[in-house]
């Protein structure tokens, strides 16, 4: 408000400037003009007096310069006074009046049509603070919904203002009116990933929070019009987790890392899940080309080698001996050296095992496009875990190897870092 205070005086004395200066300067032009041409008038009359009587010869020529030097003197004293006093006069009358006049006016102009409340900080911050809140709070929201809802019932066709009443409904947690309203939103508006994803997403949560049965229906119905479509892909895989069908889910989700950067959040995430499912079927890692459903392939014979490998020594640094918790859980992973975070390999471990005999392989990748036998060269990583989550958090104890040759063999691990 001091701001607002600030510019509202500079502006009044912008305007004050504006309608004083040539006010006055004008005023004092048309004075000295009036004041001059009187003293003209003057000096010209007593002239005239002066030159008759020198004429007439009653005036000796000397006094008549004198005089006449006199004259044109008091004419100038007298105009110039003139001007002065009447100038000044109108000057302080005018900057009393508009000085005074004008911000008063704009006062009263305020306190009358204006928010004079505003002028109080404590009240103007309580007013914004509720308004911005009130803009964001559940109240308006549901009022919006309230109006939107009925004015779909005179335009029940409306696809769009179904959608926007669906999702304000999500907002609100209001999830079995939301699944309802999306229902009708995808009846009435074109084919969209995106709507069928929502509406499963919103559906589960009707349902307690269950992807199974209905739900699963519409994300299917999503992936055939988008089989790339990532909220999809991660919402089935999750239905196959929640129905225990770990490989499935697997499957799903190493979609989604073909198309998220290696890098990114997402692909953390997903690989985080991916372990989780992966841990859940007892540690052993979804072979690939396995099709959900299929038989299982027969195992490998004794010895067999599952394509390049890389083999070492998983070591413990002796000043974290006795730090790390008894049931961590080790992860083995190897990394290409590209700079990409996904796992080309992984073994989950128990802790207990230290030091620990590793052998990393093709049957330990994660995605079919992902493998150890796709790079040249890798780095092996060892990470205690306290949670079980393969992702790295803070406490977790790490270490990791120089890059080393994919065929590679006796390569060490120490881990001696601590996760911050």
Same mark, same amino acid.
């Not at 509202?8 to 912008?14: E, F, Q, V, Y």
């Not at 409904?169 to 999830?175: C, E, F, I, Q």
């Not at 790079?375 to 205690?384: D, E, N, P, T």
């Given at each position: 408000m001091t701001t607002f205070v600030i510019v509202?005086?500079?502006?009044?004395?912008?305007v004050l400037a504006l309608l004083l200066v040539p006010l006055l300067l004008k005023e004092r032009k048309q004075r000295l003009g009036s004041a001059s041409q009187l003293s003209v008038a003057v000096l010209r009359d007593q002239l005239d007096d002066l030159e008759a009587q020198r004429k007439a010869g009653t005036l000796d020529p000397k006094v008549f310069a004198e005089e006449q030097a006199e004259l044109e003197?008091?004419?100038?004293?007298?105009?110039v006074g003139v001007a002065k006093s009447y100038s000044t006069g109108r000057k302080l009358t005018l900057a009393i009046g508009l000085g005074v006049g004008l911000p008063a006016l704009v006062v009263v102009l305020y306190f009358l049509l204006g928010s004079p409340e505003a002028m109080k900080p404590q009240q103007a911050a309580d007013a914004g603070g509720s308004a911005g809140a009130h803009s964001l709070g559940p109240q308006q929201i549901q009022a919006m919904a309230a109006k939107l809802a009925e004015r779909l019932q005179a335009n029940p066709d409306d696809g769009e203002g179904w959608?926007?009443?669906?999702?304000?409904?999500?907002?609100?947690?209001?999830?079995?009116?939301?699944a309802a309203a999306l229902g009708r939103a995808t009846a009435l508006l074109p084919?969209?990933?995106?709507l069928l994803a929502d509406y499963a997403d919103v559906m589960a949560m009707a349902q307690g929070r269950r992807l199974g049965g209905e739900p699963e229906k519409i994300i299917a119905r999503a992936l055939a019009i988008d089989p790339r479509h990532i909220k999809s892909l991660a919402l089935m895989g999750s239905a196959g987790f929640e129905r225990g069908d770990f490989a499935f889910a697997i499957q799903q989700w190493q979609k989604i890392l073909a198309l998220v950067p290696p890098d990114s959040p997402a692909a953390q995430s997903i690989g985080n899940s991916i372990a989780d499912a992966q841990r859940r079927m007892g540690g052993v890692p979804?072979? #690939?080309? +396995?099709?959900? =459903? /299929?038989?299982?392939?027969?195992?490998?014979?004794a010895g067999a080698a599952a394509g390049p490998s890389v083999s070492g020594t998983i070591v413990l640094a002796p000043e974290l001996t006795g730090k790390a918790p008894a049931d961590a859980t080790l992860f083995v992973f190897a990394r290409g050296t590209d700079g990409s975070r996904v796992p080309l390999a992984m073994a989950r471990i128990n802790a207990a095992r230290l030091?620990?005999?590793f052998k990393l392989d093709d049957s330990m990748s994660m995605m079919p496009t992902a493998r150890l036998s796709s790079?040249?060269?890798?780095?092996?990583?060892?990470?205690?875990s306290r949670s079980g989550d393969a992702g790295a958090k803070p406490g977790d104890f790490e270490g990791f190897? #120089?890059? +080393?040759?994919? =065929? /590679?063999?006796?390569?060490?691990?120490t881990i001696g870092t601590v996760v911050k």
């Open positions: 509202a005086i500079l502006l009044t004395l912008a003197r008091r004419a100038l004293e007298d105009g959608l926007m009443l669906g999702r304000s409904y999500s907002t609100l947690g209001r999830y079995p009116e939301a084919p969209n990933a995106n979804l072979q #690939a080309g +396995v099709v959900p =459903g /299929a038989a299982a392939p027969a195992a490998s014979p030091p620990y005999e790079a040249k060269s890798v780095v092996i990583g060892a990470r205690l190897s #120089a890059p +080393v040759a994919v =065929g /590679a063999s006796g390569v060490k691990v």
